[in-house]
């Protein structure tokens, strides 16, 4: 239901864009997010926007990470750069309706998923 895409190999430094694309035309109260996951680590959040535009981004990609989406195109982006090799995970978009902001950082807030694409940044 949700087509990410974007992901590859890159090295340190380097900039990504993903995309993720919904089956179908979401309503004004979704809510889309990026988590990812390295090898043997859970899934980490990342960016989260709400379709009003509003958006939270971890931490760890304050100031190298942008979310945005466009309405026009239903699509969700995440532009990375300076990316670095703690960056390495797949990353899986998602989306839910009706999640208030405290709850965008969790994965269970969200009721549909991709299958991920691979970002692996070498050093």
């Known amino acids: 239901q949700l087509q990410a895409s974007g992901g590859g190999l890159v090295q340190a430094g380097a900039s990504l864009k993903l995309s993720c694309v919904p089956s179908?035309?979401?309503?004004?109260?979704?809510?889309m997010a990026w988590f990812r996951q390295a090898p043997g680590n859970q899934r980490e959040f990342v960016a989260a926007?709400?379709?009003?535009?509003?958006?939270v981004l971890a931490d760890s990609v304050k100031g190298r990470f942008t979310i945005s989406r466009d309405s026009a195109e239903n699509t969700m982006y995440l532009q990375m750069k300076s990316l670095k090799p703690e960056d390495t995970a797949i990353y899986y978009c998602?989306?839910?309706?009706?999640?208030?902001?405290?709850?965008?950082?969790?994965?269970?807030?969200?009721?549909?998923w991709g299958r991920g694409t691979l970002v692996t940044v070498s050093s």
């Open positions: 926007i709400r379709w009003s535009g509003h958006s």
């Open positions: 179908r035309r979401t309503g004004g109260n979704f809510a």
């Open positions: 998602a989306a839910g309706s009706g999640i208030i902001l405290s709850s965008l950082r969790y994965p269970d807030s969200y009721s549909y």
